[in-house]
């Protein structure tokens, strides 16, 4: 018969046997709710060995099921998150060589991400500013389809997306972020002549856009050395099937999706989301092996 273990302090007595009070699972009643713990044990999903107890407590460590609702959005975006290693690579580049203390003279300041709508520029601009908030980087976003094209309207996004407003991007490690570029056209003079060179020379901006860079930004000398170019294409064949394998959809189906959306990371996952019929191959038993 099942009996509910002792606690001490707040922590299972089982885990304290396991793992000491002072050990890397002490901080546990902060992350692990302990009736997840006790209902797992009371329903026989394990059995009462040392081993399998802890097993099944450094499995609820490391799952959504000890995240908060945002650390829980971050993980699932990041699970879905496919095919674009080299364009991590560039932007966590840069910030590496940023925080190691190169002159800014050596680095890159502005990324253009371009691409049609639905390639994915948008998912990439999440991915970018997560990694700059890990790695201790203030992040200002600006979505350009919901402010005004004016040079009031994107110095008051960028306020509104700092903490203290009042401090600017003057003397902070920073990373601005700006989607939809390409609402923003009539301020874009003001951008490209004003607002960019204002910032700190430290300061890496992060421009996505459905066209390339105007011929203003490309003739001109300074820019042209300052400006890094990412042209996003359709997923691979390789990351597409990576997409279906975390959404536990077999492999059988890889050439029908290709087929149908070429890659396209929007396309793929409208069809992952409103076909039926790979959402049911997905529930079968054997698809998820």
Known sequence: MWTQPAFHNG????????????SAI???EEQLHSATLLGLVRSGGFGPTRQSIAAIVWGLMTSTAVLDLGQRLRHERARR???????LELFAAR???AAAGETAWDLFSVLWVHGPGGIGKSTLLGAYAETAHEAGFTVVQVDGGRIRPTPVGIQTAVNESLAFPEDGLDHLPAVVIMDAAERLEPAEGWLREEFLPS???DTLVVIASRRPPSESWRSDPGWRELLRLVSLRNLSRVAVQTLLEVERIPREV??????????????????IDCDPTLRQAARRPDSAR
């Open 11 to 22: 922590l299972p007595q089982l885990l304290i046997d396991l793992y000491g009070p002072r």
């Open 26 to 28: 002490g901080r546990v």
């Open 81 to 87: 998150f496919v095919g674009r290693a080299a364009e």
């Open 95 to 97: 910030l590496e060589a």
């Open 199 to 201: 910032l700190a020379a």
């Open 254 to 271: 890889l050439d029908s999706v290709m087929a149908l959306t070429h890659g396209n990371p929007l396309a793929v996952s409208l069809l």
